[in-house]
């Protein structure tokens, strides 16, 4: 009787982890919004997958990434994300990887989230003043200078960025913990939305004259119509 008890006991146990387990799958994407007709549905919480017999080394591979990228830009610096769009086999994984090439003296990967992931991000070459500030109300800024070998962590979801204070170009990479990670970019959300975000709302929430919101909405090329 008391393995029987015992064995109750331990499929109950099992019922109970496998419901406390269970959640809804991240999002892929920005949303996906439900249909009723499939036939009229358009995109998947991720990739349709293709018949693992077909699979090849082409759909896990990605040649170039020891490549340097052109960095002459407002921002000095150019970002290769290697998602699933790039390598398929990504796919249902979890995981992609970036390159981040920064120009000498300033060359900077501005503040930006990236809302499906965490970063972990390691320097290659340079020194990089990095990043990133807690959730409200403590709104904490946390920051340190990486050099060629260290590491630094960027949680999930929260603004962050990279800046080159060396006098020579820089390069880092970084893994993030989605096939699709996602990033916007703080400046060209807010002031180059399209359309645009009313410069009332924009004039009150930062605290400025709205010839300045007009002016930051048309050098971020924000569509007004």
Same mark, same amino acid.
């Given at each position: 009787?008391?393995?029987?008890?015992?064995?109750?006991?331990?499929?109950?146990?099992?019922?109970?982890?496998?419901?406390?387990?269970?959640?809804?799958?991240?999002?892929?994407?920005?949303?996906?919004?439900?249909?009723?007709?499939?036939?009229?549905? /358009? @995109?998947?919480? &991720?990739?349709?997958?293709?018949?693992?017999?077909? *699979?090849?080394?082409?759909?896990?591979? !990605?040649? %170039? #990434?020891?490549?340097?990228?052109?960095?002459?830009?407002?921002?000095?610096?150019?970002?290769?994300?290697?998602?699933?769009?790039?390598?398929?086999?990504?796919?249902?994984?979890?995981?992609?990887?970036?390159?981040?090439?920064?120009?000498?003296?300033?060359?900077?990967?501005?503040?930006?989230?990236?809302?499906?992931?965490?970063?972990?991000?390691?320097?290659?070459?340079?020194?990089?003043?990095?990043?990133?500030?807690?959730?409200?109300?403590?709104?904490?800024?946390?920051?340190?200078?990486?050099?060629?070998?260290?590491?630094? /962590? @960027?949680?999930? &979801?929260?603004?962050?960025?990279?800046?080159?204070? *060396?006098?020579?170009?820089?390069?880092? !990479?970084? %893994? #993030?913990?989605?096939?699709?990670?996602?990033?916007?970019?703080?400046?060209?959300?807010?002031?180059?939305?399209?359309?645009?975000?009313?410069?009332?709302?924009?004039?009150?929430?930062?605290?400025?004259?709205?010839?300045?919101?007009?002016?930051?909405?048309?050098?971020?090329?924000?569509?007004?119509?």
């Amino acid at each position: 009787m008391r393995s029987v008890h015992f064995l109750l006991a331990f499929v109950l146990l099992a019922l109970a982890s496998s419901i406390a387990s269970a959640f809804d799958p991240s999002p892929l994407q920005d949303f996906c919004v439900a249909i009723n007709d499939p036939k009229a549905a /358009v @995109f998947v919480n &991720g990739k349709f997958c293709k018949n693992p017999k077909m *699979a090849t080394a082409n759909d896990f591979s !990605f040649s %170039g #990434l020891n490549i340097p990228r052109n960095t002459e830009n407002r921002v000095g610096s150019n970002v290769t994300l290697l998602n699933v769009d790039q390598i398929p086999g990504l796919n249902t994984l979890g995981i992609s990887l970036a390159r981040i090439d920064f120009a000498q003296n300033g060359g900077l990967n501005p503040p930006h989230t990236h809302p499906r992931a965490t970063e972990i991000l390691v320097v290659v070459e340079g020194e990089l003043y990095v990043g990133f500030v807690t959730s409200n109300p403590d709104n904490r800024f946390i920051s340190k200078v990486l050099y060629p070998g260290d590491v630094f /962590v @960027f949680p999930f &979801g929260l603004i962050h960025f990279q800046l080159n204070i *060396a006098k020579t170009p820089a390069v880092a !990479f970084a %893994g #993030l913990s989605s096939q699709n990670p996602g990033t916007i970019t703080i400046a060209n959300a807010v002031f180059g939305s399209d359309p645009l975000i009313s410069p009332d709302v924009l004039a009150k929430a930062f605290h400025l004259d709205l010839k300045i919101v007009n002016y930051l909405q048309k050098l971020f090329g924000g569509n007004s119509e």
